[in-house]
């Protein structure tokens, strides 16, 4: 009888996520037509263990609408699937999940209220909302 031996985890999946946020980051900026793809910074991309999933954050700047970028993504993804998968990178190719990194927004934020609270209460705090 063959002993089985529990998986540990490597660190596969990081490299892995890793070496695709490089491509992907190549491939938007000089394979894709839509200009408003070569204004997204990829933040992180996150692997699932088995390789699977591929979770990709990105970033815009200010001026850019986050919804439109978003309709962009998901009308590219094909062309985006099909330039990774000439690159060799997967035995089978992962599912793509574009989500925006809202870490960026919130420590905007926390910013803001820093500096408000560093300015004193009489300074006429921020009116956000």
Known sequence: MRRVRPRTPTGRPTRVAELLRERLALILLYKCADPRLKELTLTDVEMSPDLKQARI?????????????????????????????????????????FLPDTGLDRAAKLEKLFQAAKAGPGSGGTSDS
């Open 57 to 97: 954050f990105y970033a815009v700047r200010e001026n850019l609408d986050r919804d439109q970028v978003q309709m962009a993504l998901d009308k590219a993804l094909g062309f985006i699937k099909q330039e990774v998968a000439k690159e060799n990178l997967f035995r089978l190719m992962p599912e793509f999940f």
